[in-house]
Structures are given as structure tokens and as C-alpha cells.
T-cell receptor
Framework: AQSVSQHNHHVILSEAASLELGCNYSYGGTVNLFWYVQYPGQHLQLLLK??????LVKGIKGFEAEFIKSKFSFNLRKPSVQWSDTAEYFC???????????FGKGTMLLVSP | GAVVSQHPSRVICKSGTSVKIECRSLDFQATTMFWYRQFPKKSLMLMAT?????????EQGVEKDKFLINHASLTLSTLTVTSAHPEDSSFYIC???????????FGPGTRLTVT
């Protein structure tokens, strides 16, 4: 069965630190890849997505992610985090030709001011 | 655009009763809607996929007679938890997508507590 692994359950950073959240998936075929963010008390919002083309994808709020097919990875990055980035981040994978998403378990990011 | 609402946001019901949760796409036509369940400190688990006018497709291990899903229009899907038990207490989230689009738009979720 397809799975999505997020390496860190909790990450604590100080403002201005750089962020990288890992995401690996197990499916070998064509995939569409997503990162969602859930701010405290709010619903899931799309940060960025990869369908095809340039493997370096830029999203909202300064986030980017790189798809490395050989490593089955889609890591999320941000050069300098802010306190307002405190949230839970979910990586999700959609197999090519399907409409359903498989989510990772999420990473809780806490940014201290 | 692409706003999805859920109602209610919180509901408490007694064991053995049924409760209905609504999911609406407010500004677009949702040909497909998805229902997820989110456990504390765990990921979102897909329960079922519903296409407008069709029967829902349930994921393995999800009881279709317990979690009734109806997608009667392009803007509304409902999830009814029948004969609820305390172990059904959870956070239920819906999402919706447009025709031929992969992106899903998520609702704010419904916290169900069964006493």
C-alpha cells in the first residue's frame, strides 16, 4: 500500500532560522505531490503542489519544495521562518490517474519569537 | 474562490443516536467530494469518495452502513454517522474538487463527540 512518511513529528525553530521538512512516499509510478498547512484553529490550506515540469516548486508565503524522483522525496523548505509559520504541515500524494490523496502524519512546527 | 464549509463545526450526541454533517462548496461546483477522519496526532484518513449522483466509494475498513454518505447535488454532500458510539468521536473533514482538477479544497472540519 502506498504510504507517505514525514520524518519529524515536531520541529521547534527560532524566528529567522531555515526550515526543511522531509517527505517521502512509497509509490513508484506517476505522482502528484502536495504540501498543506493547518494553522491553529483553521482548516487545511494548500501551500504548493507539483504535477509536472520544474521539480522546484514555489508556493505561498515564501515556501518551496523540491521533487527528487530518484529519492521519492518532496521536501518543504523556507529560508527564514516567522512566528506566524507556527502550524501543522502535511505532505500528501496523489497517484497518477486517481483522485484520492494519501497524507503523511503531519509535522507540527513551532516558531519561537 | 473555492470555499468549502461544514456544518456543524461541533456536535455532541448521545450514544446510539445518529448525527448528520453537511459539506458545502460555496462558490464552485464540486463534482467530487471526499470525507476524512482525523485522529489526535495522526494523519487524515480518507473514509470515502463521493461523486455527485453516484454511490460513494468507501475505503477499506470503513463501514458504509455506519457512515452514510449522500452527494445529491454539485454543492452538497452529507455524512451521517448512524448509531454513534464513543469510538466514533473524532474530527471529520470534507474536501471538494472541481471536474478534471486534482486539487482538493478543504472544509474547516466538524468535531464530533459521542457521550
Amino acid at each position: 500500500a502506498q504510504s507517505v512518511s514525514q520524518h519529524n513529528h515536531h520541529v521547534i525553530l527560532s524566528e529567522a532560522a531555515s526550515l526543511e521538512l522531509g517527505c517521502n512516499y512509497s509509490y513508484g509510478g506517476t505522482v502528484n505531490l502536495f504540501w498543506y498547512v493547518q494553522y491553529p484553529g483553521q482548516h487545511l490550506q494548500l501551500l504548493l503542489k507539483y504535477f509536472s515540469g520544474d521539480p522546484l516548486v514555489k508556493g505561498i508565503k515564501g515556501f518551496e519544495a523540491e521533487f527528487i524522483k530518484s529519492k521519492f522525496s518532496f521536501n518543504l523548505r523556507k529560508p527564514s521562518v516567522q512566528w506566524s509559520d507556527t502550524a501543522e504541515y502535511f505532505c500528501a500524494v496523489m497517484r497518477g490517474g486517481y483522485s484520492t490523496l494519501t497524507f503523511g502524519k503531519g509535522t507540527m512546527l513551532l516558531v519561537s519569537p | 474562490g473555492a470555499v468549502v464549509s461544514q456544518h456543524p463545526s461541533r456536535v455532541i450526541c448521545k450514544s446510539g443516536t445518529s448525527v448528520k454533517i453537511e459539506c458545502r462548496s460555496l462558490d464552485f461546483q464540486a463534482t467530487t467530494m471526499f470525507w476524512y477522519r482525523q485522529f489526535p496526532k495522526k494523519s487524515l484518513m480518507l473514509m470515502a469518495t463521493s461523486n455527485e449522483g453516484s454511490k460513494a466509494t468507501y475505503e477499506q475498513g470503513v463501514e458504509k452502513d455506519k457512515f452514510l454518505i449522500n452527494h445529491a447535488s454539485l454543492t452538497l454532500s452529507t455524512l451521517t454517522v448512524t448509531s454513534a458510539h464513543p469510538e466514533d468521536s473524532s474530527f471529520y473533514i470534507c474536501s471538494a474538487s472541481r471536474l478534471r482538477e486534482a486539487e482538493q479544497y478543504f472544509g474547516p472540519g466538524t468535531r464530533l463527540t459521542v457521550t
